[in-house]
């Protein structure tokens, strides 16, 4: 169940308390009364200082599980409060939340683009998920699918979290997200698992 505004303020206030356990919190969120009075069913987050993108290369293509291919190839960027960051036609970027978040271990939630942005061809990741125990920025996945830059300033609100109650279980288990105390955006680490690397090894010709 998807968990309306009001509500959020009020756990987003009981989280301020210093006897609270196990707290939702977005800081910084300064004007809860003004959430309360939304009506809306979600929180608008702001676009942070911090982009990663990938350097052009003359490369055929990307190893994704290659951890130190991919950690040449990024570049770091950072726009101070006033700037501005020029995002070109069918390029991509990613960016970091300016408010920093955790979740209490009932409490799932997914972020989407505003849709003032898509209509200016601005998109960010559909349905980003964000697990029970997430504690840290958010990092958005951004493409210009426009055919004019589109210049986006730190600090603005560009996307929306949306929050869901779910199902306890009695247990202190959350997910483990290799995101989790994130302050810059992160492309993040792909694994083979055991079933990937054996679909992946060569096919052995058969001994008869």
Request: proline residues 5%; positive net charge.
């Amino acid at each position: 169940m998807i968990i309306k505004a009001e509500e959020i303020a009020t756990l987003l206030k009981k989280g301020e308390m210093p006897s609270a356990r196990d707290p939702l919190v977005i800081t910084p969120y300064t004007n809860l009364d003004k959430l309360a009075e939304s009506g809306s069913a979600s929180v608008d987050l702001r676009l942070g200082t911090w982009f990663v993108t990938l350097r052009q290369a003359r490369m055929s293509h990307i190893k994704v599980e290659d951890r130190e291919v991919q950690s040449q190839l990024t570049k770091t960027h950072y726009v101070p409060f006033g700037g501005e960051y020029y995002l070109h036609p069918r390029t991509f970027v990613l960016g970091i939340t300016l408010e920093w978040i955790r979740l209490p271990k009932n409490l799932t939630a997914y972020v989407i683009g505003k849709s003032s942005w898509g209509r200016r061809g601005l998109i960010i990741a559909t349905a980003t998920g964000v697990h029970p125990g997430f504690k840290g920025c958010l990092t958005l996945e951004i493409t210009n699918v426009g055919e004019i830059p589109i210049a986006i300033k730190p600090g603005t609100e560009i996307c929306q979290i949306f929050i869901q109650e779910i199902h306890e279980t009695g247990t202190d288990i959350v997910a483990k997200s290799q995101f989790v105390g994130s302050r810059k955006p992160r492309f993040g680490d792909i694994k083979l698992d055991d079933i990937a690397r054996v679909l992946g090894e060569p096919l052995k010709k058969k001994q008869f």
